[in-house]
């Protein structure tokens, strides 16, 4: 298994723009989670999916992000518009039902200038 | 909302020493403990995973211990190597707060030679 895969590695964008992120989560698993890591705040979770359907988007930082699952093997998140305090890592996980711990992909390090 | 805290933030030994990364939480009603690696500018790499029945998990040098009486974890690392240089997290799944886990801020961890 190619693990969770998360494209592009790294984005530079201007204040302003949309941003997408994307992730495949490893085939089979059914929940799927994004988190942003800062040097500040560490890791956050930022809204997580289940069978693709959104639980639990409480930590989505305001209505300028948002995320799709639109099926079992892809999401996206996006940053519409993008200001500079956007800049983070962002991480997406996948796991197979609960209890069975995540698998990270490599992340999004992502600047907004 | 489960706090997690890890100490010490930063620590420095030289190659040989055997040693001992600590993480605490607030809520005792975990399902289950999660330690992981990151090495800079990279993705989270799990290390060990402990059920909530279990005492303690060992892979290799790694030996991760959970008491959830007393809200703590260690992760003990035998003979350190340079090649274990990174920052260590510890991440708590709990059972009544979705689906997510929640990260401590890590320790960052220098093996010199």
């Known amino acids: 298994d190619a693990g969770v895969i998360q494209s592009p590695r790294h984005e530079v964008t201007e204040m302003g723009q949309e941003v997408t992120l994307r992730c495949k989560p490893i085939?089979?698993?059914?929940?799927l989670f994004w988190y942003r890591q800062t040097m500040m705040r560490g890791l956050e979770l930022l809204i997580y999916?289940?069978?693709?359907?959104?639980i639990d988007d409480s930590g989505m930082p305001e209505d300028r992000f948002s995320a799709k699952m639109p099926n079992a093997s892809f999401s996206t998140l996006k940053i519409q518009p993008s200001e500079p305090r956007d800049s983070a890592v962002y991480f997406c996980?996948?796991?197979w039902g609960t209890g069975r711990g995540y698998t990270f992909g490599s992340g999004t390090r992502l600047t907004v200038v | 909302k489960q706090e997690v805290t890890q100490i010490p933030a930063a620590l420095s030994v030289p190659e040989g020493e055997n040693l001992v990364l600590n993480c605490s939480f607030t809520?005792?009603?975990?399902?289950?403990l999660q330690w992981f690696r990151q090495d800079p500018g990279k993705g989270l790499t799990s290390l060990l995973l402990?059920?909530?029945?279990?005492r303690e998990q060992t892979s290799g040098r790694l030996n991760a211990s959970l008491d959830k009486s007393s809200g703590r974890s260690t992760l003990y690392i035998a003979a350190s190597q340079p090649g274990d240089s990174a920052t260590y997290l510890c991440?708590?799944?709990?059972?009544?707060?979705?689906?997510?886990?929640?990260f401590g801020k890590g320790t960052s961890l220098l093996v010199t030679p």
């Open positions: 996980a996948s796991s």
């Open positions: 809520d005792s009603a975990i399902y289950n």
């Open positions: 402990i059920q909530s029945s279990q």
């Open positions: 991440a708590v799944f709990l059972l009544n707060s979705g689906y997510a886990l929640n």
């Open positions: 085939s089979g698993h059914d929940y």
């Open positions: 999916f289940n069978n693709n359907v959104p």
